[in-house]
């Protein structure tokens, strides 16, 4: 229905074990409004920080 494979993982192609399943229809709205949330931060620039080594990589 979805083409997505639930019995094998696509990496590695492991047999996969289902461990949980949602399916009360207002469990499922609360975690999909969730993602509405992050979206309204999605329009805003993220800052960008400037790269540095790791730690330890500059001992003097």
Known sequence: MFG???ERCAQCGARL???ASIEDPGVIARILAQGDHASDSAQEPRVLHAAR???GQWVV
Request: hydrophobic fraction near 55%; proline fraction near 22%; aromatic fraction near 0%.
């Open 17 to 19: 074990k289902i461990v």
């Open 4 to 6: 997505i494979e639930i």
């Open 53 to 55: 080594a790791p730690p």
